[in-house]
């Protein structure tokens, strides 16, 4: 299976600042169609997950401007422009390239 | 609104079996992709199971294979898990998801407990 490696795996940030989560694959996330399918899920205490980011770096309806993702091939990144108090929680990588689709082991974000 | 709700779980002894039911509603059931996602206690995600629109196509995680089966029935909009020979690292919250192996779930239901304990 393809193994999804977070780092870091605690984030404590200061509200307003930037905050960044990388994700690297142990394999190539690109598919025979031409696309990265890469991820990103935000799960809030006592919450089931929801997804940000889909196929790298399309936000999902509803999710703030200042969620971003990028990356390539094997190296993946979550960005937040400015955290907010509801950003806390922990966020996911999840591949689904290669069956199984496989998620990373999460970074837990909270603020300082 | 696109609503999932799932039923079912509870307490079952090792070697035991129940049946997972998920309620969809908010959206056409019989369009997308639908599949079952865990997580044990404390830990991350792990896919289970999913099924493409018409059943024609459905994979399972290699841990499942053989004890699980994921089935639906869109007249009813419902997406169901059969779980058979349940061992203790099975115990999770059960999730009903919207989405499939690719895009990854964009729906999620609120989950259902599966303990496993004698």
């Known amino acids: 299976d393809v193994v999804l490696t977070q780092s870091p795996l605690s984030l404590p940030v200061t509200l307003g600042q930037p905050a960044s989560i990388s994700c690297r694959s142990s394999?190539?996330?690109?598919?025979?169609?031409?696309?990265?399918?890469l991820n990103w899920f935000h799960q809030r205490p006592g919450q089931s997950p929801r997804r940000l980011i889909y196929?790298?770096?399309n936000r999902d309806s509803g999710v703030p401007d200042r969620f971003s993702g990028s990356g390539s091939g094997t190296d993946f990144t979550l960005k937040i422009s400015r955290v907010e108090a509801e950003d806390v929680g922990i966020y996911y990588c999840?591949?689904?390239?290669?069956?199984?689709?496989?998620f990373g082991q999460g970074t837990r974000v909270e603020i300082k | 609104e696109v609503q999932l709700v799932e039923s079912g779980g509870g307490p079952v002894q090792p070697g035991g079996s129940l049946r997972l039911s998920c309620a969809a509603s908010?959206?056409?059931?019989?369009?997308?992709?639908m599949s079952w996602v865990r997580q044990a206690p404390g830990k991350g995600l792990e896919w289970v199971a999913c099924?493409?629109?018409?059943?024609?196509?459905?994979y399972y995680e290699d841990s499942v294979e053989g004890r699980f089966t994921i089935s639906r029935d869109n007249a009813k909009k419902s997406l169901y898990l059969q779980v058979n020979s349940l061992r203790a690292e099975d115990a999770a919250v059960y999730y009903c998801?919207?989405?499939?192996?690719?895009?990854?779930?964009?729906?999620w239901g609120q989950g259902a407990l599966v303990t496993v304990s004698s």
């Open positions: 394999q190539s996330l690109v598919y025979s169609d031409g696309n990265t399918y």
């Open positions: 999840m591949q689904g390239t290669h069956w199984p689709g496989t």
């Open positions: 908010g959206f056409t059931f019989s369009s997308y992709w």
């Open positions: 998801v919207r989405g499939g192996p690719k895009l990854g779930p964009e729906y």
């Open positions: 196929k790298v770096s």
């Open positions: 099924m493409k629109q018409e059943g024609t196509e459905l």
